[in-house]
């Protein structure tokens, strides 16, 4: 999961073009939004695009589950693990 997250950290970086982070200066449990990373609703849509282009996965804009998704890095990790698994048919 560890290689996940940084996987997620480093699309983070990229997608948003967050010039002055390293993937070590996002901790994964902290939040992406408000606080921790201070990120807001267009960096939540951008990410949402590169996480569908990277990983297949869906995120509807306007469902609760997404929020919670969102919520970290961790929390995204998760998400897109056991959307992989569910897609190859493991779940």
């Known amino acids: 999961m560890q290689s996940l ?3 997620i950290k480093e699309l983070i970086i990229s997608a948003l073009s967050l010039e ?3 993937p070590g200066d996002i901790e994964a449990a902290a939040p992406l939004f408000g606080e921790g990373l201070g990120l807001d609703s267009i960096d939540a849509l ?3 695009l590169a996480l569908q282009k990277r990983y297949g996965v869906a995120l509807p804009a306007d469902s609760q589950e997404t ?3 969102f919520a970290s890095v961790e929390a ?3 998400f897109v693990a056991t959307q992989g698994t569910q897609a190859r048919g493991e779940a």
């Open 5 to 7: 997250e940084l996987e």
């Open 20 to 22: 002055d982070v390293a």
């Open 46 to 48: 951008e990410l949402g």
């Open 67 to 69: 929020r919670q998704h």
């Open 76 to 78: 995204l990790a998760r």
